[in-house]
């Protein structure tokens, strides 16, 4: 709100006008800042018809601010030469004034003399602008008064109960104003990517599996894929194990006792690993590594069922590494799964999944590279180019689940399974442009970031 006094008087100057003034003479006349008058007129004008404004335009000259300060002391030469004395003085300390430099400059480029600059320069070089002033024309509303008023912004249950807001004035109501937008929380980038992921996983006629297990046994984590108990994946350098509790005691003792085999003395085609396989490396609780856990109990459970029926499944869930800290890295990440499960699949089949899947993501660059996992045979590592750090960086890796994993569990021997894990931070990172994890999960996260993300599509 305006001040008050300066509201009132311009009330009154606008009374005594018939026709209506500009809001520049008004701050002229009265010697202050326009800005202050406008404000006046603002305030009045959120009175209602009080008054009339029409902001109106004006260009003119006007001096800047060195043109002022000429205007008032003299050109820059003038005084140079009104700051010599008679017997003179050393031009070191003539630079030393603030018009010195420039002045001297300016006397000396167009040879000035002494008793020119005194007669004939002391009003040159004025530095002027063109300018624009915008101002208000004022005339009286069809509610003028001198008097004011102060409107009602809130209709309150005295006013009601006393009958007093008959007489009131309230302010008209401004239905196109918008509110105060509301605290709210915001999806993380992850989250946002983890549904598109989700999405496209359902679109393509996957059932999704229960990942709400963070801790799992090393026998259904580990001895289940057909990976040895003396892989180096299975040391404290790669995994997280619980020390309370420390062991898993429920198994399917049947299931068990064929896995042993396999791992031991072979079986189904296969020699096996010829080691002596111990339950109780088998019993050691973990932070899982791998969803691909979660995907063994699944595929248990289907060979279970007195037919086999075709399956797809998916998981997108967290899991954990003892993993060396990078820009790429971290102990604690997303593993996103796929699972598809039936009679004659192929690695073409697995190929041809996997460019549907990140066409689907945006992601057309993929290369495939032949590598080993111990329970996929063939494997391939999948790499997707990323266009911040300008190299093709790992996004997940493939394969086709082994024979000595699937038959010990009972499924038919016809029946195939391909599978891949993809991580849900990579991908996460090449579509908002993050060129370090640590950026995106962990103690260095913005969360202004988070708050301006853009929603996810990920087929652009």
Not at 12 to 25: N, Y
Not at 38 to 44: D, E, P, T, Y
Not at 251 to 270: A, I
């Amino acid at each position: 709100m305006a001040d008050t006094g300066l509201v009132e008087t311009l009330l009154r100057r606008v009374e005594k006008v018939d026709g209506g003034l500009d809001s520049q003479d008004v701050a002229t006349s009265l010697g202050v800042d326009h800005q202050a008058i406008v404000g006046a007129v603002k305030s009045l004008l959120a009175l209602g018809d009080v008054i009339s404004a029409e902001q109106r335009s004006s260009k003119h000259w006007e001096l800047t601010g060195e043109g002022c300060e000429i205007a008032e002391q003299g050109s820059h030469e003038a005084r140079v030469v009104s700051s010599i004395p008679e017997e003179g003085m050393p031009q070191s300390q003539l630079m030393k004034l603030a018009f010195g430099k420039v002045g001297f400059s300016k006397a000396m480029s167009n040879n000035v003399s002494v008793a020119f600059v005194m007669e004939k320069l002391r009003m040159t070089h004025i530095n002027i602008n063109f300018t624009t002033v915008k101002s208000y024309w004022i005339t009286k509303g069809s509610c003028f008064s001198t008097t004011i008023t102060k409107q009602e912004t809130e209709l309150t249950p005295e006013m009601i109960a006393s009958g007093s807001w008959k007489e009131k004035k309230f302010k008209p109501y401004n239905f196109e104003a918008l509110g105060v937008a509301p605290d709210c929380g915001h999806l993380h980038p992850l989250m946002k990517v983890r549904t598109q992921f989700r999405q496209i996983f359902l679109e393509m006629g996957f059932t999704e599996m229960p990942t709400n297990n963070f801790i799992e046994s090393s026998f259904w984590n580990f001895d289940s894929l057909f990976q040895p108990q003396q892989h180096p994946a299975r040391d404290q350098h790669d995994t997280f194990f619980l020390s309370d509790p420390a062991q898993a005691h429920e198994f399917p003792q049947d299931y068990l006792e064929r896995v042993r085999k396999v791992h031991s003395e072979g079986g189904f085609g296969s020699q096996g690993y010829k080691y002596d396989w111990k339950i109780e490396e088998a019993q050691k609780n973990i932070l899982r590594t791998h969803t691909t856990a979660v995907s063994a109990r699944m595929l248990y459970k289907l060979a279970q069922q007195e037919k086999f029926t075709p399956v797809k499944y998916f998981s997108i869930d967290r899991v954990f590494r003892n993993e060396t800290l990078d820009a790429t890295h971290l102990a604690e990440f997303h593993q996103i799964e796929g699972v598809v499960a039936d009679y004659g699949l192929t690695l073409g089949d697995l190929m041809g999944i996997l460019h549907q899947f990140f066409n689907k993501l945006g992601i057309t660059k993929l290369r495939f590279k032949p590598a080993y996992n111990p329970y996929t045979e063939p494997s391939m590592e999948v790499f997707s180019y990323h266009e911040g750090l300008k190299k093709w960086v790992e996004v997940g890796n493939s394969g086709m689940f082994r024979p000595e994993m699937l038959l010990p569990m009972g499924l038919p021997e016809g029946v195939t399974v391909i599978a891949w894990g993809l991580s849900l931070e990579r991908p996460t990172m090449i579509k908002y442009g993050i060129n370090n994890i640590r950026e995106l999960v962990g103690h260095k996260v913005n969360l202004q970031m988070v708050y301006d993300s853009p929603v996810c599509r990920l087929d652009s």
